[in-house]
């Protein structure tokens, strides 16, 4: 065979089973590494799109300056690896195909020693050097699922990520058990070939099993994409007996990652929009809407959004392009889409152009909605209700009454709201933390308070260390 014939044939093999960077055996696998590579770039860029990233370029240095120590040892140093903080109040870590890592702010201010960070770096690099979603996609292609073309009536991914973007479904994809195993064993050794103690990741799998969905973030929590494998705990404990090394004289740097988090925000942030009752208020941008009682709402960088407690109704909110007159041509010019009864009016003395549409979806079904733009400040904000054809009847009206209710945001207690953040505080003594709570009193329940020191909730708080508590915010 000649050797230029023989490229073609390995390249033609490679594309239906590759081999397993970390098992050395070679797996099924739809993706090449080439589209292993784009497909986790545009993720991150959706994901960057509708997260946003934390607004701390000192703490993003230094988180991807750790992460790409790791990345550069591992079984594929060649991938376009990068390590990023989103700013999102859940706790929870992301590795997406082909390089991208992301982690949110909400895992960062319950860790307390760049040894638990490394040890989730590295358990995120394990997913993408073991291919674990590479593979989980071949599956779900092989299941004629593909990706991103969800229908967002999907009850599947309606029911993981409240009101899910189809397109960042790969987020939601919940790690097998076996791979959680390999992905933590991965981890321990890359974090032991950087000199750091591996006991520094039990203790963080420790504080991740006791945050168990706050669900205030816009992402899921960690536990609900990275399932707890069976003894996860005594796992690590026997790969560090087996290790045969004075782990004790090993890299913690307590005080070194715990300065990058002094001042950071915590939970919500309430100046991005924040709910009350199902009251939408936006300081930021000054306005308030009254979404249906009961409903499911979710907030992100690009949209809010509600469903329907039967999961058969959508009301959203995006900002619209141009006016209310532009961007409801836009809307309405899109194919697929019939309009009727479009006309212009006003909500609240505000200009508007409202209208109803009908459109199929990729699966056959047809949805009928009602549209409303109208301009307030310098914006125009675009509100959106649809449903199935055959149940629009029943929230017409609904949506009107809802999309009636915008309006500018007067309470000044709402429009002064500010984030709650993380102050550090030196222990002057060893102290319980309830002691810690009396006097140095947080605005999260004393558990709380416990959970990101990465104590028990009777433990003690050290003489000597910077300990957390949590200043100010609304509490929701
Ligand atoms: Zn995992």
Redesign the pocket.
């Given at each position: 065979m000649s050797r230029h014939t023989r490229l073609i044939f390995l390249a033609a093999f490679a594309a239906g089973c590759a081999t397993n960077p970390v098992t050395g055996r070679s797996q099924l696998s739809l993706i090449s590494e080439g589209q292993e590579i784009q497909m986790g770039k545009e993720y991150a860029e959706q994901v960057k799109a509708a997260y946003g990233l934390y607004d701390n370029a000192g703490l993003q240095a230094y988180v991807s300056r750790l992460g790409m120590q790791l990345a550069a040892k591992s079984e594929r140093p060649q991938l376009p690896w990068q390590f990023n903080v989103i700013d999102d109040a859940a706790v929870n870590a992301f590795a997406l195909p082909g390089g991208p890592v992301f982690i949110t702010r909400g895992i960062l201010t319950h860790m307390n020693s760049e040894a638990e960070l490394v040890s989730v770096l590295g358990?995120e690099i394990g997913?993408i050097t073991a291919k674990h979603s590479v593979s989980q996609m071949s599956q779900a292609q092989l299941a004629n699922l593909g990706l991103g073309i969800g229908s967002i009536f999907s009850s599947t991914v309606a029911n993981v990520s409240g009101i899910a973007s189809a397109g960042l479904s790969v987020l939601f994809l919940k790690?097998g058990r076996d791979a959680?195993r390999q992905?933590d064993e991965l981890g321990f050794k890359y974090m032991v070939r950087e000199n750091y103690d591996p006991r520094e990741m039990a203790s963080m799998f420790r504080t991740l099993q006791r945050t168990g969905g706050s669900g205030e973030g816009r992402l899921p929590e960690w536990l609900s994409t990275?399932p707890n494998p069976e003894n996860r705990e005594q796992a690590v404990a026997q790969r560090v007996d087996s290790l045969g090394r004075d782990v004790g004289a090993m890299t913690v740097d307590r005080e070194e990652f715990i300065r990058y988090i002094s001042g950071m925000n915590y939970g919500l942030n309430p100046r991005e929009g924040f709910f009350r009752n199902g009251l939408f208020l936006h300081p930021d941008l000054r306005f308030q809407l009254q979404f249906p009682q009961g409903w499911q709402t979710q907030n992100t960088k690009q949209a809010v959004a509600a469903m329907s407690p039967n999961q058969d109704a959508i009301l959203q909110m995006t900002l619209g392009q141009g006016t209310p007159d532009q961007a409801a041509q836009q809307f309405f010019g899109q194919q697929g889409i019939q309009s009727s009864n479009v006309s212009r009016n006003s909500v609240n003395g505000m200009p508007a152009v409202s209208g109803y549409f009908q459109a199929q979806t990729q699966d056959g079904a047809t949805i009928r909605g009602l549209g409303v733009w109208l301009q307030y400040g310098n914006a125009t904000y675009q509100l959106l209700g649809y449903s199935p054809a055959q149940a629009f009847s029943r929230y017409d009206q609904v949506f009107r009454q809802s999309i009636g209710s915008f309006r500018e945001l007067t309470d000044q207690a709402a429009l002064n709201v500010q984030p709650a953040k993380i102050e550090l505080v030196r222990v002057s003594r060893t102290m319980s933390v309830a002691e810690f709570n009396r006097q140095f009193p947080s605005s999260i329940p004393v558990e709380e308070v416990a959970i990101i020191n990465g104590v028990d909730a009777g433990g003690s708080l050290q003489a000597g260390t910077m300990a957390k508590r949590v200043v100010g915010g609304v509490r929701q």
């Open positions: 358990h997913h790690y959680e992905a990275h």
